[in-house]
């Protein structure tokens, strides 16, 4: 089983239980994060220049995303027909799951006593860092990306739902690509019990 909970066991938990094995103290750092984002993004634009920019033809990126998003519905598709909804569900929630935090928790509290602890959480660095910035990164397009300037020449844009779109998608898959190398990175829960 994943350490994360999103094997055979997590697949017979309905929705609500899977919520309750959320981590307060992550939620609090995502919201945290998103809120000061979203005052970011507000400052941002209410700030804006008068003077607008013009679209440069090829900065939108569109081919790329598509493709990006057509594998991702693939990927999307292939697991849940695998897991099934519930065990997909707990799997997009477990970098906020308590397991997530235990683990953590352990790992750090292990650097003294584990050999390859301290190394984990130094390549760990990055992934964790783009988890907690990526929430903001997402508040600040909410308000700020309503400024024609900010999304003038953006991935997705020049329109505001193109580029959230874009991004949106962009902060998504580099979320699951940290969370994926974190699960490979941090001590498990059950070596840490043993010790």
Not at 11 to 29: E, F, G, K, N, Q
Not at 81 to 90: Q, S, V
Not at 127 to 144: E, H, V
Request: hydrophobic share 50%.
């Amino acid at each position: 089983m994943n350490a994360y909970d999103t094997g055979s066991r997590a697949r017979r938990l309905p929705a609500d239980h899977i919520r309750t094995r959320l981590s307060r103290p992550l939620l609090v750092i995502t919201a945290v994060s998103l809120t000061a984002g979203i005052a970011t993004g507000g400052l941002s634009y209410l700030n804006r220049s008068a003077d607008q920019e013009n679209h440069v033809d090829g900065t939108a990126a569109w081919g790329i995303h598509v493709f990006l998003l057509a594998a991702t519905i693939a990927l999307t598709v292939v697991a849940i027909r695998r897991r099934g909804t519930p065990a997909f569900i707990a799997m997009l929630l477990s970098p906020l799951s308590t397991t997530a935090a235990q683990r953590l928790i352990r790992t750090l509290r292990s650097i003294l006593n584990h050999p390859t602890a301290l190394l984990r959480l130094i390549v760990g660095f990055l992934p964790i860092a783009l988890l907690i910035y990526s929430p903001f990164r997402i508040g600040i397009q909410i308000l700020g990306g309503l400024d024609p300037n900010f999304t003038a020449n953006a991935w997705g844009g020049p329109t505001y739902l193109g580029a959230m779109a874009c991004h949106y998608l962009d902060a998504a898959l580099l979320m699951a690509a940290a969370a994926f190398l974190l699960d490979r990175l941090l001590l498990p829960v059950q070596e840490l019990e043993r010790r």
